[in-house]
């Protein structure tokens, strides 16, 4: 990772990786600019199980495309 091992987000950002709510491959990259879809991924990740996820193969919204690593995760939001 390239988060300093004395950073104060490092214990969290290690825990959204091992539930698999954010990836640390290759860099975690903590100042970039998140979007939608990730910002999607990490709040929906949280909530519903990877099983479930495995389920939902489209998306109702025009701008998410089947097939995408997100259209899982924006399906799923819409449905809660």
Same mark, same amino acid.
């Given at each position: 990772?390239?988060?300093?091992?004395?950073?104060?987000?490092?214990?969290?950002?290690?825990?959204?990786?091992?539930?698999?709510?954010?990836? !640390?491959?290759?860099?975690?990259?903590?100042?970039?600019?998140?979007?939608?879809?990730?910002?999607?991924?990490?709040?929906?990740?949280?909530?519903?199980?990877?099983?479930?996820?495995?389920?939902?193969? !489209? !998306? !109702?919204?025009?701008?998410?495309?089947?097939?995408?690593?997100?259209?899982?995760?924006?399906?799923?939001?819409?449905?809660?």
């Amino acid at each position: 990772t390239d988060l300093p091992k004395d950073s104060p987000i490092l214990p969290a950002a290690e825990y959204m990786v091992e539930k698999g709510m954010m990836q !640390s491959a290759p860099l975690f990259k903590p100042n970039d600019k998140v979007t939608r879809a990730q910002a999607t991924k990490v709040l929906v990740a949280a909530l519903v199980k990877p099983d479930e996820l495995q389920k939902i193969t !489209s !998306s !109702s919204f025009t701008d998410v495309p089947a097939g995408q690593w997100f259209t899982s995760y924006a399906e799923a939001a819409r449905l809660m």
